[in-house]
């Protein structure tokens, strides 16, 4: 596993356990900010081990568009891509102006957070690297 790949699985690891922590204090809205960004790095960490350019973007869709264009296809499906999507904006700005109505609960943070698990854990067994700790659930 390159070097760079394997810093992009450390910090999604600590977003990813960041989230989870601010779900149990009932922090909805930074624990979906945490959410997004884990599987944020977790797909560009599979465009860096791939040798694919890692795009300026916050779009999971495109990120994962990206990937399937070369054949890596990932357990997430449009729907999760489009999920993942909608509340990168609303999670990182407060309500009003031109923003959507939005508001975070616990059951949005645990499905999102469920996606999330499952992506880190298909990267790690991915990219083969079993005994990487990238997150810890203690």
Same mark, same amino acid.
Not at 52 to 79: F, P, Q, R, Y
């Given at each position: 596993? %390159? ?16 989230? %989870? ?7 909805? @809205?930074?624990?979906?900010? @945490? ?8 797909? %560009? ?10 795009? %300026?973007?916050?779009?999971? @869709? &495109? +990120? ?13 499906? &449009?729907? &999760?891509?489009?999920? +993942?999507?909608?509340?990168? +904006? ?36 991915? +990219? ?7 997150? @810890?659930?203690?």
């Amino acid at each position: 596993m %390159k070097d760079e790949t394997r810093t992009w699985l450390k910090y999604a690891g600590e977003n990813l356990q960041s989230a %989870k922590l601010l779900l149990e204090r009932s922090l909805y @809205n930074p624990c979906l900010q @945490n959410v997004q960004q884990t599987v944020e790095k977790v797909l %560009k960490a599979f465009l860096v081990e791939s040798s694919l350019k890692v795009k %300026k973007t916050h779009s999971i @869709n &495109e +990120l994962k568009n990206t990937l399937d264009s070369v054949g890596i296809a990932l357990d997430m499906t &449009e729907d &999760e891509c489009d999920l +993942l999507d909608s509340i990168y +904006l609303p999670s990182k700005y407060p309500l009003g102006g031109i923003l959507p109505d939005f508001e975070p609960d616990m059951e949005i943070c645990e499905r999102c957070i469920a996606i999330a698990d499952r992506i880190t854990t298909l990267a790690t067994k991915h +990219l083969h690297e079993p005994n990487l700790d990238i997150y @810890n659930d203690t």
